[in-house]
């Protein structure tokens, strides 16, 4: 049988990668058959779900994830889109942090931090999912979330203020780093105005958001 998709396992979650000239029809029915042959592998798991090897319309998106839902018990938390550029500084600041700060229990979060969560570390913390509202996470080191940041965040709680917060969707409802707090309406009118993966950095006495791929050259 001819392949029209591949399914790896990565520390990003599950990447489904799609032959480029194949039908779209014959492409679900392959999914929905690879995966019916391995669902309790994915028992009770939270992943994110990155696509690539051709554009999806936002239909093809939704028709493919509910295979996914269908035929496995996996919560997607989060979709990382089909950007080559911004998806190789993403990765980039994942590998970055995850080989900079100790290998420990709680360095590498998977899941989804619900209302009520706290989440605390003495070091950077990569989050695999989103930071809900009424959640919190604050680390001494940088908060990587590879989903949305809708809860409280607070990075460089040591007093670090070469830390940054980033994540794939960011509207906090509270955002600190080190000494600096963000005031939520500037944060909410910048999110706005900026498309794909966002950072936030201390500059003097305010935190600013800004594109991740303005910080390309740092992190690849």
Do not use: W
Request: glycine fraction near 8%; charge should be negative; aromatic fraction near 6%.
């Amino acid at each position: 049988m001819e392949r029209l998709v591949t399914i790896r396992i990565s520390r990003y979650g599950l990447d489904i990668e799609l032959k480029p000239e194949a039908d779209f029809e014959s492409i679900l029915a392959q999914l929905n058959e690879k995966l019916e042959n391995t669902a309790g592998f994915f028992k009770n798991a939270k992943m994110a779900v990155s696509i690539s090897g051709r554009p999806l319309s936002r239909t093809e998106e939704e028709r493919m994830l509910d295979v996914i839902d269908r035929n496995t018990q996996i919560e997607v938390v989060c979709i990382i889109e089909q950007d080559e550029e911004y998806e190789a500084v993403y990765k980039s600041i994942v590998e970055r942090t995850l080989s900079e700060a100790q290998k420990r229990e709680g360095m590498f979060y998977r899941g989804t931090l619900e209302r009520g969560q706290v989440l605390e570390t003495d070091s950077d913390i990569v989050i695999l999912g989103n930071v809900e509202a009424g959640a919190s996470v604050t680390a001494s080191g940088s908060i990587v979330i590879m989903g949305a940041l809708y809860g409280s965040a607070h990075a460089g709680s040591g007093g670090n203020r070469e830390a940054f917060v980033t994540a794939l969707f960011l509207q906090p409802k509270e955002l600190r780093i080190a000494d600096v707090e963000a005031k939520r309406n500037i944060i909410y009118q910048e999110s706005l105005s900026i498309n794909g993966p966002k950072i936030a950095v201390v500059d003097g006495r305010r935190i600013y958001l800004d594109p991740l791929m303005d910080y390309r050259q740092i992190f690849i």
